[in-house]
């Protein structure tokens, strides 16, 4: 009974540990963080961890490694319950709660063939709606939204 205690993924001395996110998502946020291009850092991730507030949780822990608030924005946008824990000499020093921002520049791709950012080199810009955790983006410029199935993050 004792082994249940111990932690399914290392505890990590130095670096960003990207947890509470939706089990299913943990590729994704792999894939917008460009994580899966690092190579130097020392990173370990897992899913379908037990979860109170999903059921099911992914995991991501990255060494010698601290986000931007761009890379905050965009995890927002698939885990936006996501908290990042930054280690320092083995303790959690920080705590931060990723949050959905309103408006985004720049960081996502319009879905609409048609709309004038997939033609002309504009920075896009949507308002972003979140219907309970579920994030869609509102186009500035041809105002069709972008489901979270659509998104793709410009990297
Ligand atoms: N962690 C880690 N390495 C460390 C310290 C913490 O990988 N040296 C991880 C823990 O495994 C946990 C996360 O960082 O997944 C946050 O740690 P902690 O705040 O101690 O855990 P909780 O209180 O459970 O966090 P929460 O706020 O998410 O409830
Ligand atoms: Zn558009």
């Not at 509470?20 to 998502?25: F, G």
């Not at 033609?119 to 105002?143: M, P, R, W």
Request: proline residues 3%; hydrophobic residues 40%.
């Amino acid at each position: 009974m004792a082994e249940k205690k111990k932690l399914s993924v290392s505890a990590i001395t130095n670096g960003t540990v990207i947890d509470h996110i939706p089990a299913n998502k943990l590729f994704t946020v792999i894939s917008i963080l460009g994580l899966d291009k690092l190579s130097e850092n020392r990173m370990t991730f897992g899913t379908n961890f037990r979860s109170d507030r999903f059921g099911r949780k992914a995991i991501i822990k990255v060494s010698k490694k601290f986000f931007e608030q761009s890379d905050f924005d965009k995890i927002a946008l698939v885990a936006p319950k996501a908290k990042l824990n930054i280690i320092k000499e083995y303790e959690v020093v920080e705590k931060w709660e990723v949050k959905v921002p309103e408006e985004i520049i720049a960081i996502a791709k319009c879905m609409n063939p048609k709309c004038v950012t997939n033609h002309e080199a504009i920075a896009t810009k949507f308002k972003v709606l979140n219907d309970d955790g579920k994030i869609s983006l509102k186009c500035n410029y041809c105002q069709k939204i972008t489901t979270q199935e659509y998104m793709e993050i410009i990297k």
